[in-house]
């Protein structure tokens, strides 16, 4: 499977916040995150990095724009 | 493997612009798509949508946000 883990980035490290991510949709001012197990998150955030083969997805808090 | 085709709207429908999309990185101003066999390509867009298990990722044109 392909599912990822979503990590927030906050004070430099990265937390996780959300295991198993099946998919994401960007809204409004910020994120859905869904999970395989139907597990669901909004964070006001922007992905910042994917990587599929590490299955990870680094997300970013809005308003830290780089 | 999990790599993932990336797909730009364009009027409406979505457009194939990478195969097997191994990573994705926000830079200022767009994304930077890297494919399992080392293709980049930098398109000023931002990722609207991905879905791991449909292995799809979809990115919208700057300057189009909803």
Not at 20 to 29: K, L, M, Q, R
Not at 49 to 61: D, F, Q, T, Y
Request: hydrophobic share 40%.
């Amino acid at each position: 499977m392909c599912e990822s883990n979503a990590y927030l980035i906050k004070g430099g490290e990265e937390e996780l916040v959300l295991e198993s991510v099946e998919s994401i949709e960007a809204t409004g001012g910020g994120v859905t995150l869904t999970s395989l197990f139907g597990e669901e998150k909004r964070i006001r955030a922007r992905i910042k990095a994917l990587s599929l083969v590490e299955h990870k997805i680094v997300l970013e808090p809005l308003g830290a724009e780089s």
